[in-house]
């Protein structure tokens, strides 16, 4: 295969740059100068920070041990019973991580609440559409994590058992995680707009012994009841002990569940169950499109060293910041947010719709909650851009120092809206990784300047590579995203594969020992970075390769257009069609004067071969049940694939827009009398 030989045009200079202040006051400054000092790293360079965090990333990829014992020591993580070594076995799959090592993660959350000076302080701030903060302290948080672990041990949970969740983002799913930890369990959530089959798909593999679950919840100003989805849940779930209910909407507990309230209300000191650093945390969940969702289970060590890492030194996180990431509980970046506590940070949980009652409600919580970082999808930016939505002024962002997103490239026009729309001393992050390592392989670095289009840099002890075809490291070229050395928070399995096929034919198929993400991606000889897409579902007309999500950038600027979804089909006489799917602006119509002005800002922006060989209006874009467009599966349905085959209906957002596809794809099959199936 061949791939593009160039990366986008850049911006001649950055869209901003940190003061020198702002630079040297920065986590991520501090450690440096003491890695530098304690573990060898090297010197940073006075005035250069892009040369310093050159040579910072460098070492930490290069001497492993040493930048994940400095991160250990730095964050005073606390191990039970000492390591043997930072690093045993370097292979991939199957790295040795802090052997002889045991600790706990839950422990790690609540320290903040050992402090006398910081008892009473947030820990958590609940927010729902009303958009009033009720803030929870880290006092009670503890008391409240410490009855309800004591709780699960009286139910007989043990180490290794698992416990699951059907709960929006409350404060309640996090007392649940943590309880869950506390005693060596091992976590797993789907967030309630998941349906009952949807749910039992994912946890029905690990075999629940608890339930805590709510009886609905509010969204977009309406109430969901979800009792009977419970009872479908307690019913499918045979190896379930206990089921807690929580009382959103108040409604009384069904029979034989037990109260949150009774759970809760001991005045309990937690009691920290110190596991093996490799003892599973949580189980996370892929996006199941095509089949049973992957099982992806994570270490306690692990997520603890690597979020710890991401959120205090490249998020630049810690006692007296607030973090708010819009988000569920089906999605890696709940617990991610969840971590914030780790660094002693204020995580704020919002549980409700991002659109209500307007398209600017996020820029209303973030000014509630006086966030310093805000997190939200490059979906949401380009929403308001659209909307017109003014958060300069409108609200009062004073607080929050970095927008951040993920879920999907933010395109230039995103990154130039929050400058101009929201502040020209914003800190614009954008980042990108995976719920596979529940981290970023790369995005935010508050010591260095943000180029417009690009993620700041990789991470540290994230290896990233842009790999050509036969496994030759590309700079300013389009390769496959990969990562050549072991990451902690790694899955350490998954669940139901012994022996790791699944595992391995997921991530190291391609390039053996190598974690090959399925990502587009160049390296620019800056050291920025840039997404172009998956490279599963890429584009490939006359043997070059193209990322869909440039194409997405370049329509979606127009009012026009909602939404878009492009897929390439390679048809059985050798042929290929590439059609654009549109999901258009209300009040739009899809006429030749809007397929001329969609054809000629692709062909504007980048080239004449990436104009579709037709525009087709669509009702909505299809998206995982985490916000993801379902590229892989509409183009096997448009190659003929049954629905049943071609996606699993439960892991979409909404299964009756695949009904478009699947009769587009029997009226081309008509017309042309061919087999469009593989």
């Not at 530098?36 to 940073?44: D, I, N, Q, S, T």
């Not at 839950?106 to 009473?120: C, F, I, K, N, V």
């Not at 270490?299 to 996180?317: A, N, P, T, Y």
């Not at 869909?548 to 492009?566: G, K, M, N, Q, T």
Request: hydrophobic letters at 40%.
């Amino acid at each position: 295969m061949t791939v593009p030989t160039s990366a986008p045009p850049s911006a001649p200079e950055p869209l901003w740059r940190p003061s020198v202040r702002r630079a040297s006051a920065a986590r991520l400054t501090r450690f440096h100068a003491w890695a530098a000092e304690r573990h060898g790293a090297p010197a940073p360079f006075d005035g250069d920070e892009a040369a310093s965090y050159a040579a910072l990333h460098g070492w930490s990829v290069t001497d492993l041990e040493a930048f994940w014992r400095a991160v250990a020591e730095w964050f005073d993580v606390r191990f039970a019973t000492p390591y043997r070594a930072v690093l045993g076995a370097r292979t991939m799959p199957g790295a040795e991580w802090f052997p002889g090592a045991t600790l706990n993660y839950a422990e790690h959350a609540l320290r903040a609440g050992e402090d006398p000076a910081r008892a009473d302080e947030p820990a958590l701030l609940a927010v729902d559409e009303r958009h009033e903060p009720e803030p929870i302290s880290w006092a009670e948080l503890r008391r409240r994590v410490g009855s309800l672990a004591a709780a699960l041990r009286e139910l007989g949970v043990r180490p290794g058992d698992r416990v699951s969740g059907y709960l929006p983002n409350i404060p309640e799913a996090v007392v649940a995680l943590l309880a869950t930890a506390a005693v060596g369990a091992v976590w797993t959530s789907c967030a309630p707009d998941f349906g009952a089959r949807s749910v039992l798909d994912r946890v029905q593999q690990v075999e629940p012994v608890v339930l805590f679950a709510v009886d609905g919840y509010r969204y977009g100003g309406k109430v969901h009841e979800r009792a009977a989805t419970v009872a479908e849940l307690r019913e499918g779930l045979p190896t379930l002990r206990a089921t807690v209910h929580i009382p959103l909407l108040g409604s009384a507990a069904p029979d034989g569940a037990l109260e949150w309230a009774a759970l809760t209300g001991s005045d309990v000191e937690p009691e920290f169950e110190q596991v093996p650093f490799d003892h599973p945390l949580w189980v996370l969940y892929s996006s199941g499109t095509t089949g049973l969702p992957k099982a992806l289970v994570q270490s306690q060590g692990g997520i603890l060293l690597e979020h710890l890492k991401q959120i205090g030194l490249h998020c630049d996180l810690g006692p007296g910041d607030r973090l708010f990431w819009y988000t569920s509980t089906g999605w890696m970046m709940w617990n991610f947010l969840v971590s914030a506590l780790l660094t002693g940070t204020t995580a704020v949980l919002y549980d409700g719709s991002p659109g209500h009652p307007d398209t600017g409600a996020q820029w209303r919580v973030a000014e509630r909650s006086r966030a310093t970082l805000f997190g939200t999808s490059a979906a949401y930016v380009m929403a308001c851009a659209k909307a017109e939505v003014h958060p300069r002024r409108d609200a009062d962002l004073s607080a929050t120092r970095c927008v951040a997103t993920t879920g999907s490239p933010l395109p230039p026009d995103g990154f130039r809206w929050l400058h101009d729309e929201v502040g020209e001393d914003l800190w614009i992050a954008s980042v990108s990784g995976g719920t596979d390592v529940c981290s970023c392989f790369a995005g935010a670095v508050p010591t260095l300047p943000v180029w417009t289009g690009e993620l700041q840099a990789p991470g540290l002890g994230t290896d990233l590579r842009a790999f050509g075809p036969d496994g030759t490291p590309l700079v300013d070229e389009v390769g496959e995203l990969v990562v050549t050395a072991p990451m902690p928070s790694m899955p350490i399995s998954f669940w139901n594969d012994p022996e790791g096929r699944r595992y391995h034919d997921s991530y190291f198929d391609m390039f053996p020992g190598v974690w090959r993400h399925g990502d587009w991606t160049t390296l620019t000889s800056r050291g920025t970075v840039v997404i172009h897409g998956r490279s599963d579902s890429t584009l490939n007309r006359q043997g070059v390769r193209m990322g869909s999500a440039d194409i997405y950038e370049a329509v979606e600027r127009l009012p026009e257009i909602r939404e878009s979804l492009v897929i390439g089909v390679e048809e059985p006489d050798g042929g290929y069609w590439m059609p654009l799917f549109v999901a258009l602006a209300d009040g739009t119509a899809l006429d030749d004067g809007l397929r001329s002005r969609i054809r000629s800002a692709i062909k504007s922006a980048l080239s004449p071969r990436h104009v579709p060989d037709e525009i087709i209006e669509i009702p909505g874009v299809p998206h995982t049940l985490t916000g993801k467009r379902l590229e892989v599966p509409v183009k096997r349905l448009l190659q003929g694939a049954a629905l049943t085959s071609a996606v699993n209906p439960g892991s979409v957002d909404d299964p009756r827009l695949l009904g478009f596809f699947e009769k587009l794809a029997a009226e081309r099959a008509a017309v042309s009398g061919g087999d469009y199936s593989r």
